[in-house]
């Protein structure tokens, strides 16, 4: 996923270069070279994920350009799995099916033979058409152990108002296929029977973009993007699970897999707005309205703001607020007495919630070849983890516990 | 189309058609054309950012595209 956003915002990156004069790092022939590594840390023993990558870009002259990017994930600990907690111990198959796990009693179901490693590579051709048009190519390939993608992208960028206007068209193409753990398990079917169909299967996804980059006055800019996305084809998580309740004592008494759409269609709209005060700060803001067929509704408010002090030294406190709606699907359980209905999912992603992201960064520029920074944020999500339908002993559960993870990022720039 | 979204959309392209005499002569661009004012300056950060929240929550893309290209969701 990151990969697509990188290569979208280079091309993007591109154009609003070519907006603004071409303010290059690199001389023609130069490797203008990003590196960075992220440190992500839930807490409670949740997920953690150490993820370093290098991104290269040359210019190739005429404003053509290549760009290569490798990205390691390496992901460990524990994830929810959807399932509710008990005042029992409860026992839970492994998704390989060959092996068990327990949960204590009163404790939130999370898988822990939770590990993976990502590797994804991405390449980047850029080439002007003419004086006001220029062409961007993009090939991605992500690989997990259980996961591969592929990816292929153009986007078209018309420059336009002496230049103060850039139109973007973008097109992305991609191919997912999963090959889950013990196979792909039959959608609502019970965790106990293990009962598996073929190894793996896939999914298409079309996502089509149109933005405007628009220059306000000297010192301010904006940019708007409508973005269209269809996903067709598997859409579960393997792993995830929905408890059957006891409808009046609220203990769970079947474990099924989940069952999502095979479908999800997408429509989002963003603005950005950024500016540079008088004192040379830079104030900048972005908003995200998305939408979809499964009946979720988000909005993300971005807020940061870069104070520029001596010898290229900056500081950049930043605010992200998030919300979404649930899908139409999401349960936190199913009852015993109720038909299963043909679509259910417990997975929290899916829930209704609210997420803030505080933090830094402090980084310094030495000059336009050489920068380094650190960045440092706290991200907390919270949901209602004492939702009505609630039974029995649920009551006195936390069905949607809080998650707070740590961010931590170093990064180094240079060109050589 | 959800109607939200339908008027966001309409609102969009009104302050778009007042947008259009908007802009700067190629030499009032200094400010600009600071690498720190590109809408896409710290890429990384973003692509970090974006693999986080999509594998955390429902949304994703908007500034770039919103496929998948990770098994995380």
């Known amino acids: ?416 | 189309m959800k109607p939200a979204f339908r008027w966001l959309l309409l609102g969009t392209l009104l302050v778009l058609a007042g947008c259009s005499s908007l802009g700067v002569k190629p030499w009032e661009r200094n400010i600009l054309a600071r690498d720190d004012m590109l809408m896409e300056a710290d890429a990384l950060d973003l692509a970090f950012d974006e693999h986080i929240y999509f594998s955390k929550e429902a949304s994703s893309g908007g500034q770039g595209f919103a496929g998948g290209g990770c098994g995380c969701n």
Not at chain 1, 110 to 135: G, H, I, Q
Not at chain 1, 147 to 174: C, M, P, R
Not at chain 1, 381 to 407: C, F, H, K, W
Request: proline residues 4%.
């Open chain 1, 1 to 416: 996923m990151q990969l697509k956003h990188k290569k979208i915002a280079g091309l993007l990156s591109a154009a609003t270069c070519s907006l603004l004069s071409t303010p290059l790092q690199a001389e023609v022939g130069d490797w203008d070279v990003d590196s960075a590594i992220l440190y992500y840390a839930e807490d409670n023993g949740r997920v953690q994920a150490i993820e370093p990558v290098i991104s290269a870009r040359k210019e190739l002259g005429d404003e053509e350009a290549v760009s290569l990017k490798l990205v390691v994930d390496s992901l460990t600990g524990a994830s929810a799995t959807g399932a509710v907690p008990s005042t029992q111990v409860q026992t839970f198959t492994t998704p390989s099916g060959k092996d068990t796990y327990t949960v204590a009693p009163n404790e939130t179901p999370l898988d822990d033979t939770f590990k993976d490693t990502r590797v994804a590579y991405s390449m980047n051709w850029e080439k002007p058409y003419d004086r006001n048009n220029r062409r961007n190519y993009g090939f991605n390939l992500s690989k997990e152990y259980d996961f591969t993608s592929v990816s292929a992208n153009a986007l078209w960028q018309h420059d336009t108002n002496q230049k103060n206007t850039t139109y973007s068209y973008g097109i992305n193409l991609e191919f997912d296929q999963i090959e889950p753990v013990g196979s792909v398990p039959e959608p609502l079917s019970s965790m106990m029977d293990q009962n598996k169909g073929s190894a793996t299967d896939s999914r298409n996804v079309l996502d089509l973009l149109v933005g405007v980059t628009q220059v306000i006055d000297r010192s301010s800019l904006f940019q708007i993007n409508l973005s269209l996305s269809e996903a067709d084809g598997y859409m579960n998580d393997p792993y995830k699970l929905v408890s059957v309740v006891d409808s009046v004592s609220g203990e769970p008494i079947d474990q099924l897999f989940e069952s999502r759409p095979d479908s999800r269609s997408r429509q989002s709209l963003y603005g950005k707005y950024k500016k540079t005060l008088s004192n040379d700060d830079i104030f900048t803001a972005s908003y995200r309205y998305m939408t979809d067929d499964w009946g979720i509704d988000s909005n993300t408010l971005d807020f940061a703001y870069r104070l520029k002090f001596k010898r290229g030294y900056y500081l950049q406190p930043r605010v992200r607020l998030y919300d979404q709606s649930a899908a139409d699907f999401y349960r936190y359980f199913l009852l015993d007495t109720e038909s299963v209905p043909t679509e259910a999912s417990a997975d929290y992603r899916l829930g209704e919630m609210q997420t803030t992201t505080v933090g830094f960064k402090f980084g310094r520029e030495y000059d336009r070849q050489h920068s380094w920074s650190v960045r440092l944020e706290q991200y907390v999500q919270t949901g209602d983890g004492s939702p009505e339908e609630a039974v029995g002993q649920l009551r006195n559960q936390d069905l949607y516990p809080d998650v707070t993870a740590t961010i931590a990022q170093f990064s180094y720039s240079f060109v050589f």
